[in-house]
C-alpha cells in the first residue's frame, strides 16, 4: 500500500521534493481525519436539530391556530338544570 | 538656519518566497526555511480542490501539532481556549470546482516574543451548489513565540487534488 505523499519546498535551496509521510505524519493525518469526520457528524446533527426545532414550532403555532379556531366556533356551555326536589 | 533631516524612504515591497508558488499536492504541502527577514507573511492560495468534497484546508506552523491554535470569526472574542490543533485557512471546498481563492497575512512570524496573529479570509465553490460561495473570514492566534519557519497546509482529510500556494514576504 503506498502512503501518503509530502510536498516539501524548502524556500533557502529553491528546492522541492516529494516524499512519503512519516509513520508520524500519518499518525497525524488519522487524528486529522478522524477530527473531520466527527465535526461534520456535529453539523449535520446540528442542522437536524435545528430544523427539527422549526418544524416543531410550525406544528405548535398550527395547533394554537386550530385551538383558538375551535374555541371561537363552540357555543357557550349551558349549564345543566339542577333537579329540584 | 534650522536642519531637517529627512527620513531613508522605505523600499518596502513584496517578496515571493517560493520562486513560481508551489503547487499543492498529496496530503500535505510543507513550506520550510521561510526566512525572517521580513515583517509579516501574506499567503495567497489559488483554487484550492481537496479530493474529498467540502474538506476545509488546515495550516500548521512549525509542525506543531499541540492545541496551541485558537481559532474565531464575527464578532470580538475574549477567553478564547486554545483547543485547536491546526488554523484554518480554506473553507470546505468543492472537489469538482474550483473558483476559490483565499487571502492569509501572519504577522509577527519571525520574532521572538509574540504570540502569532494570523488572518484568513477565504472563498470557496459550494460543494452542494457550486454557483454559489462559501465565504469564511477566520483570525486565529498561535500562541508560541518561537519563529515561524515553516508552514504546512493540507486538507483536513484526504488529498488535495489541484492549487497553488504563493508565499509572500513584506516588507
Known amino acids: 500500500m503506498t502512503k501518503p505523499q509530502i510536498k516539501e519546498y524548502n524556500c533557502e535551496t529553491q528546492i522541492e521534493i516529494i516524499r512519503d509521510a512519516t509513520d508520524a505524519e500519518i499518525a497525524q493525518m488519522e ?6 469526520k466527527a465535526r461534520k457528524i456535529a453539523e449535520a446533527e446540528a442542522k437536524a436539530a435545528e430544523e427539527a426545532a422549526k418544524q416543531q414550532a410550525f406544528n405548535d403555532a398550527v395547533a394554537a391556530a386550530v385551538a383558538a379556531i375551535l374555541a371561537a366556533q363552540t357555543p357557550a356551555t349551558t349549564a345543566e338544570p ?3 326536589e | 538656519m534650522a536642519i531637517v533631516q529627512v527620513p531613508t524612504p522605505q523600499t518596502g515591497g513584496m517578496t515571493l518566497i517560493n520562486a513560481g508558488g508551489t503547487t499543492l499536492y498529496g496530503a500535505s504541502v510543507i513550506i520550510s526555511s521561510i526566512p525572517g ?4 507573511l501574506i499567503l495567497i492560495v489559488d483554487a484550492y480542490k481537496p479530493a474529498t468534497n467540502d474538506v476545509v ?3 500548521r506552523f512549525n509542525s506543531d501539532s499541540n492545541t496551541r491554535y485558537t481559532v474565531s470569526s464575527g464578532n470580538d472574542t475574549s477567553s478564547n481556549p486554545f483547543n485547536e490543533t491546526s488554523a484554518y485557512v480554506a473553507a470546505g471546498a468543492s472537489n469538482s470546482t474550483s473558483n476559490g481563492i483565499t487571502f492569509t497575512e501572519i504577522y509577527g512570524y519571525a520574532n521572538t516574543t509574540t504570540w502569532k496573529s494570523m488572518i484568513s479570509n477565504s472563498i470557496t465553490n459550494t460543494p452542494s451548489s457550486t454557483t454559489q460561495v462559501n465565504h469564511r473570514n477566520w483570525r486565529v492566534v498561535y500562541n508560541q513565540t518561537s519563529a515561524i519557519t515553516s508552514i504546512s497546509l493540507f486538507p483536513q482529510s484526504g488529498n488535495f487534488t489541484s492549487g497553488t500556494a504563493y508565499l509572500y514576504g513584506v516588507k
Open chain 1, 82 to 84: 339542577t333537579v329540584e
Open chain 2, 57 to 59: 484546508m488546515m495550516a
Open chain 2, 37 to 40: 527577514t521580513f515583517n509579516y
Open chain 1, 31 to 36: 487524528l486529522d481525519a478522524a477530527e473531520y
